[in-house]
């Protein structure tokens, strides 16, 4: 459901994760999950979205991040996930997680059929963000 203020619809843009390397990062999502690179700020180097449809994956390197005017943990493997995700949507569930596993994903749970029908599995990716490959709902 979108939602409407004063006649402007809302809708998400775009999904951001602070990282110590843009590149890397971008490698890695193409690698393990299939992603198309979309924007990259090479001058700099701190920015870059992968080409997911109508809303973009981005990575904002910490130099960056952190001139926004407010702290916020950095994620790392070896700390637990926090508690956000986000999700790919696949017909080949067991495929796309192997697959993301093969390219250095931390593999969380494995693929599972849910009550619901859906097939559903978790991995971290190489900054410790938890990441969700699943079926298609419905």
């Given at each position: 459901m979108?939602?409407?203020?004063?006649?402007?619809?809302?809708?998400?843009?775009?999904?951001?994760?602070?990282?110590?390397?843009?590149?890397?990062?971008?490698?890695?999502?193409?690698?393990?999950?299939g992603?198309?690179?979309?924007?990259?700020?090479?001058?700099?180097?701190?920015y870059?979205?992968?080409?997911?449809?109508?809303?973009?994956?981005?990575?904002?390197?910490?130099?960056?991040a952190?001139?926004?005017?407010?702290?916020?943990?950095?994620?790392?493997?070896?700390?637990?996930?926090?508690?956000?995700?986000?999700?790919?949507?696949?017909?080949?569930?067991?495929?796309?997680?192997?697959?993301?596993?093969?390219?250095?994903?931390?593999?969380?749970?494995?693929?599972?059929?849910?009550?619901?029908?859906?097939?559903?599995?978790?991995?971290?990716?190489?900054?410790?963000?938890?990441?969700?490959?699943?079926?298609?709902?419905?």
């Amino acid at each position: 459901m979108l939602y409407r203020n004063k006649g402007k619809i809302m809708k998400l843009g775009y999904t951001l994760f602070y990282v110590d390397d843009v590149p890397k990062a971008m490698d890695f999502y193409a690698l393990a999950f299939g992603l198309e690179k979309g924007f990259f700020h090479a001058e700099s180097g701190q920015y870059g979205e992968m080409s997911t449809g109508e809303t973009h994956l981005g990575f904002v390197h910490h130099e960056t991040a952190s001139s926004h005017d407010f702290a916020y943990e950095r994620m790392a493997l070896s700390k637990a996930p926090a508690a956000f995700e986000i999700g790919f949507v696949t017909s080949d569930v067991p495929a796309a997680f192997e697959r993301a596993v093969k390219a250095g994903a931390v593999a969380v749970s494995q693929p599972k059929t849910k009550p619901w029908g859906q097939t559903v599995s978790y991995v971290r990716d190489l900054n410790g963000f938890l990441v969700e490959i699943c079926s298609p709902m419905g």
